[in-house]
């Protein structure tokens, strides 16, 4: 499928013919004109139905949301880092239990582990996929296991077929931390619906972001997803009546509304994502910079993402080798190409985790990612022309020519 960037309202936009100068990480004013008319009319919508809490356009947008995932339930919430805390809290994991995660993620995933009291117990990480494999995995189990925690980094699942069935055998729950990763898909199943708990975000920077702050909670069981939607209103029910103690885990509204306008334009995006990286991947190659061994890149090459399958590309992530990550960084930020580090230390040596007692040097992929890896711009309404700049201005990096 040919990228078609979706357009843009104002001028300030790289067109045919004008030269590109600067490329942003992301740029979330690049919107559809007849999307931001259907915006625009779904907060007039939910504006004038003074239904500003729950209602009907929280439940329209579980129900399209569990048909585009194949998910038996979905529920709208806060945050992504609420629909962890919610899913872990609806599986009564708590104090003296250990959940097991990735130590090279972003902080909510040990964050919300931490806040219900219960232990993160961090494994490394595969070299190529960035992803926690089984091998570690199974390393990390003991008696005091309640649940695994694969996070989908950058928008690929982990080898989940591997990991479903260690926890199952074990009867211990898997939560996906797919906050990064909505449609992606591990051998034909959605992200969402192949654990106990599908976990998504909607924060502005994910491949399907709200206005603001919001996530998701998906499961396949009627139970678990009764209690999860108790739980996110306080745990009252009837209202004010309370068995359980929850919290104010609700989605807007509103936010809910502006999804529903967003969710059918999510496929073209994804497919748009794909062929930017696609892209990179052809230009790298061609300039003789791709490195043959992406996990541990010869000098003066780089190592390009792991791509098995469905990777939805949320973030385009590449691995700059010998301390010259932060070199390549600035050179392109003179370049005026936008770039992060996602992320600079892994959450084992987190100054507030200090009280596990862990060590530099023990997770060593986790450790080295967090030195050499660089996102680069992948946002869908790039035009073929900005990767083109981006991909010259880290081809010259890399070379050492900048
Ligand atoms: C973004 C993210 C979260 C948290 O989502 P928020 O909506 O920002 O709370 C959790 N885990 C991962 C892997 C994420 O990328």
Redesign the pocket.
Same mark, same amino acid.
């Given at each position: 499928m040919n990228p078609q960037p979706m357009h843009t309202p104002d001028a300030a936009r790289t067109t045919a013919g004008k030269p590109v100068t600067k490329v942003p990480l992301l740029d979330l004013t690049r919107i559809d004109p007849q999307q931001l008319a259907e915006l625009r009319a779904a907060f007039d919508r939910v504006l004038v139905s003074g239904h500003y809490i729950m209602g009907p356009e929280v439940e329209a947008f579980e129900k399209e949301v569990a048909a585009l995932l194949g998910a038996n339930h979905a529920i709208g919430v806060s /945050?992504? =880092?609420d629909a962890?805390i919610l899913a872990l809290m609806s599986l009564g994991i708590g104090p003296g239990d250990e959940v097991i995660c990735p130590t090279y =993620? &972003?902080f @909510? =995933?040990a964050g919300s582990i931490w806040r219900v009291g219960a232990k993160p117990v961090f494994v490394d990480s595969d070299p190529l996929t960035y992803n926690a494999t089984i091998d570690t995995i199974a390393k990390a189990v003991t008696s005091k296991t309640k649940a695994i925690m694969p996070?989908y980094l950058f928008g690929q699942c982990a080898d989940m077929e591997s990991i479903t069935a260690f926890a199952a055998e074990r009867k211990i729950a898997v939560i996906e $931390?797919a @906050?990064?990763a909505l449609t992606a898909r591990s051998r034909g199943k959605a992200a969402g619906t192949i654990g106990t708990f599908g976990c998504f /975000?909607f &924060?502005p920077s994910?491949n399907l972001g709200c206005l603001g $702050?919001g996530?998701l909670v998906t499961t396949q069981d009627a139970a678990l997803a009764e209690k999860a939607r108790i739980l996110r209103v306080h745990g009252g029910k009837p209202k004010y009546y309370h068995k359980m103690v929850g919290g104010n885990f609700r989605i807007d509204a509103l936010q809910a509304a502006l999804l529903r306008v967003k969710l059918p334009a999510l496929a073209a995006a994804t497919s748009a994502r794909q062929c930017n990286a696609a892209l990179y991947a052809e230009l790298f190659a061609k300039a003789g910079v791709a490195a043959k061994t992406p996990a541990s890149p010869a000098p003066g090459t780089i190592g390009l993402p792991g791509i098995h399958g469905d990777h939805i590309v949320n973030q385009y992530v590449i691995r700059v080798p010998g301390g010259r990550r932060d070199a390549v960084k600035d050179a392109l930020g003179k370049k005026n190409v936008g770039t992060e580090v996602y992320y600079p230390v892994p959450l084992h040596l987190q100054e507030c985790f200090a009280s596990l007692g862990h060590r530099e040097g023990q997770f060593p992929h986790a450790e080295r990612a967090a030195k050499e890896t660089l996102a680069l711009p992948v946002f869908p309404e790039l035009s073929t022309d900005e990767v083109r700049y981006v991909a010259d201005a880290v081809i010259a990096a890399a070379k050492g020519a900048s």
């Open positions: /945050s992504g =880092t962890l =993620t &972003f @909510a =995933t996070v $931390d @906050a990064q /975000s &924060f994910k $702050d996530g």
